[in-house]
């Protein structure tokens, strides 16, 4: 069976670590950063990365670029994680990011999320075909 990637966004590290632990609970292959920006730094100077994601679990209010428009910015980049697999996690929305989260078709979380709620996503996302 080809091992399952997954992509952490999450400038808490402590909410990063839990997002990791549920990933590799699913037997999820992880890579996490702090932020988009590192992971944009990291995949322009290292051609061995790529948006080849399973999943993708992002913060919403982090420094430097928001959850939001990280995924916005991953649709010019040749992402190829579909948006019913695409989350973005967040403890205070405002009705205009919202909405654009729902327009960008990705899951919404609401922190904090229990576990089952994303134990929940990941099994409806990991029986979808890409």
Same mark, same amino acid.
């Given at each position: 069976?080809?091992?399952k990637n997954?992509?952490v #966004?999450? +400038? =808490?590290?402590?909410?990063?670590?839990?997002?990791i &632990?549920? %990933? *590799?609970?699913?037997?999820f292959?992880?890579?996490?950063y702090?932020?988009?920006?590192?992971?944009?730094?990291c995949?322009?100077?290292?051609g061995?990365?790529?948006?080849?994601?399973?999943?993708i #679990?992002? +913060? =919403?209010?982090?420094?430097?670029?928001?959850g939001? &428009?990280f %995924? *916005?910015?991953?649709?010019t980049?040749?992402?190829?994680?579909?948006?019913?697999?695409?989350?973005?996690?967040?403890?205070?929305?405002?009705?205009?990011?919202?909405e654009?989260?729902?327009?960008?078709?990705c899951?919404?979380?609401?922190?904090?999320?229990?576990?089952?709620?994303?134990?929940?996503?990941l099994d409806?996302?990991?029986?979808?075909?890409?």
């Amino acid at each position: 069976m080809t091992p399952k990637n997954a992509l952490v #966004l999450d +400038d =808490n590290f402590i909410f990063r670590q839990f997002l990791i &632990e549920i %990933l *590799e609970e699913k037997q999820f292959k992880v890579a996490a950063y702090a932020d988009p920006v590192q992971y944009l730094d990291c995949l322009n100077k290292d051609g061995s990365l790529s948006f080849n994601f399973d999943v993708i #679990l992002t +913060d =919403n209010q982090m420094p430097y670029m928001t959850g939001l &428009e990280f %995924l *916005e910015k991953i649709d010019t980049l040749n992402c190829r994680c579909p948006k019913q697999r695409q989350a973005i996690i967040s403890g205070e929305w405002q009705a205009e990011d919202l909405e654009r989260a729902q327009q960008l078709g990705c899951h919404i979380f609401h922190k904090t999320c229990s576990i089952d709620q994303i134990h929940g996503w990941l099994d409806e996302v990991s029986g979808q075909d890409p």
